[in-house]
Structure formats: structure tokens, C-alpha cells
């Protein structure tokens, strides 16, 4: 089942690693069809260099295990609050990734500093508020996603393709899982530029509403040139 998306999945787990997102098994990517409202998730706890097509387990959208020997990522409620969430998006990423923690950790959004930014993030990196005693002891992952959708009111996801958890980490989509993980990669990189910027210079201003605009757009406006067309 799936077979196609297991492998994609699978490929895309392996360049956590490759990509320095991940240390050990700190990370994991789903990928969905949506035609037949499933998706294929990493299962918990296995390791990189051990992983294969074969172990990716398959969901459903209302969280049952539907194919796999294995038990799926602790993240999967998640992955599964976003899928239902976002229509748009058809993969997601989970890192712990050194820079992107550490704003998490100070509960600071990402800001828009400059023009790699503002080609992949229309605006700020959205940090979430932490959650609460009961959404934890409720269930954890699942109200994880839910307060990353809460954070979502009045974005739209496929401009900003990430964000932060409160004290926790981050979380990237795409339309596919190998740009959810693209995006993860940019989301870590801004993260690094706006930690050197802070150290250079604390108050440094955002960039201009104009530079935003124009490198935002001109990979992602309807009359986008960047690139060789389709």
C-alpha cells in the first residue's frame, strides 16, 4: 500500500540527517495522499542508518495505524492536526535543529531580517504560545497542533511554510515531503542569519515591507520569474 510515498517518505527522512536537522533519531517527515486520505509517517525511535521503505507506517485521518509492523512517531497526532488543518499542504516536518530551538526556547518569533527570508517566508516565523497544563496531560501532540493552528489564524500556511513550538521546536510543510524539508532546511538557515544579526547588532530593524514584497513575490506572485518556467 502506498508503496510510491513509502519510498518518498523514507528518502526524505534520510536527508534529516544529511541536511544537519537532526541528532540521533530527533526528527521525523510524513508525507499524505489525499486522495485516499492517508499518509505514511517514520516510526518512533528508529534510526537513520537503519531505515528503510518498509518501516514507514501508514495513518489514517482519524489516527489509526493502518499498515506497519512498527509503532509510528510520537508526533504523528501532530502531523495529523496539520494535515486536517491545511489542505494545502501534502508533507511535514518535525526537527529539533540547533537555531530554530533556540528562538523557540526564548519564545521569540522568527523575524524577517533579510532577503533569504522573505524568498521562502512571507513575514515573521510565528512562535506559539506554550501550552497548558491540561493540553498536555489531554494529550500532548495532538494539542500541539492545535495551538500551532491557533497561531495560524489570519496566516495563510503556504506563505508561511513553518513555525516554532513554544519551548519545544520546529515544524515545516510543504506540497510534498521533500519540500517540507526543504522548507525545514531555509527555516533552520534564517534562523542562524537572525541569531548572528541579533549578536552583531540587537536592534536591528526588520527588512522593509518592499524587499519583502519584492523577493516573496518573484518567486511565488503570479508573475513570478524566478527560475527557468515551467
Given at each position: 500500500?502506498?508503496?510510491?510515498?513509502?519510498?518518498?517518505?523514507?528518502k526524505?527522512?534520510?536527508?534529516?540527517?544529511?541536511?544537519?536537522?537532526?541528532?540521533?533519531?530527533?526528527?521525523?517527515?510524513?508525507?499524505?495522499?489525499?486522495?485516499?486520505?492517508?499518509?505514511?509517517?517514520?516510526?518512533?525511535?528508529?534510526?537513520?542508518?537503519?531505515?528503510?521503505?518498509e518501516h514507514?507506517?501508514?495513518?489514517d485521518?482519524?489516527?489509526?495505524?493502518?499498515?506497519?509492523?512498527?509503532?509510528?512517531s510520537?508526533d504523528?497526532?501532530?502531523?495529523?492536526?496539520?494535515y486536517?488543518?491545511?489542505?494545502?499542504?501534502?508533507?511535514?516536518?518535525?526537527?529539533?535543529?540547533?537555531?530554530?530551538?533556540?528562538?523557540?526556547?526564548?519564545?521569540?518569533?522568527?523575524?524577517?531580517?533579510?532577503?533569504?527570508?522573505?524568498?521562502?517566508?512571507?513575514?515573521d516565523?510565528?512562535?506559539?504560545?506554550?501550552?497548558?497544563?491540561?493540553?498536555?496531560?489531554?494529550?500532548?501532540?495532538?494539542?500541539?497542533?492545535?495551538?500551532?493552528?491557533?497561531?495560524?489564524?489570519?496566516?495563510?500556511?503556504?506563505?508561511?511554510?513553518g513555525?516554532?513550538?513554544?519551548?519545544?521546536?520546529?515544524?515545516?510543510?510543504?506540497?510534498?515531503?521533500?519540500?517540507?524539508?526543504?522548507h525545514?532546511?531555509?527555516?533552520?538557515?534564517?534562523?542562524?542569519?537572525?541569531?548572528?544579526?541579533?549578536?552583531?547588532?540587537?536592534?536591528?530593524?526588520?527588512?522593509?515591507?518592499?524587499?519583502?514584497?519584492?523577493?516573496?513575490?518573484?518567486?511565488?506572485?503570479?508573475?513570478?520569474?524566478?527560475?527557468?518556467?515551467?
Amino acid at each position: 500500500m502506498l508503496e510510491q510515498l513509502k519510498e518518498d517518505v523514507c528518502k526524505a527522512n534520510l536527508q534529516l540527517p544529511k541536511y544537519e536537522l537532526v541528532t540521533f533519531t530527533w526528527g521525523n517527515v510524513s508525507g499524505i495522499d489525499r486522495e485516499k486520505g492517508l499518509f505514511v509517517i517514520k516510526p518512533s525511535g528508529v534510526s537513520y542508518e537503519e531505515l528503510k521503505p518498509e518501516h514507514m507506517v501508514v495513518m489514517d485521518l482519524e489516527g489509526n495505524k493502518v499498515e506497519g509492523d512498527l509503532n509510528p512517531s510520537t508526533d504523528t497526532a501532530t502531523h495529523l492536526e496539520l494535515y486536517k488543518a491545511f489542505p494545502e499542504i501534502g508533507g511535514v516536518v518535525h526537527t529539533h535543529s540547533t537555531f530554530a530551538v533556540g528562538w523557540a526556547q526564548a519564545g521569540c518569533d522568527i523575524p524577517l531580517k533579510g532577503t533569504t527570508h522573505a524568498d521562502y517566508f512571507y513575514g515573521d516565523i510565528p512562535c506559539t504560545r506554550n501550552l497548558t497544563p491540561e493540553e498536555v496531560e489531554e494529550g500532548y501532540e495532538k494539542n500541539t497542533g492545535k495551538v500551532i493552528i491557533e497561531a495560524f489564524e489570519g496566516l495563510d500556511p503556504v506563505y508561511v511554510p513553518g513555525v516554532i513550538c513554544r519551548n519545544h521546536g520546529p515544524f515545516a510543510w510543504g506540497k510534498d515531503c521533500f519540500q517540507a524539508v526543504y522548507h525545514a532546511k531555509v527555516l533552520e538557515e534564517v534562523a542562524k542569519m537572525d541569531f548572528i544579526t541579533k549578536l552583531i547588532k540587537a536592534d536591528a530593524p526588520n527588512a522593509p515591507d518592499h524587499i519583502k514584497e519584492k523577493h516573496f513575490q518573484r518567486k511565488h506572485g503570479p508573475n513570478a520569474y524566478y527560475g527557468q518556467g515551467k
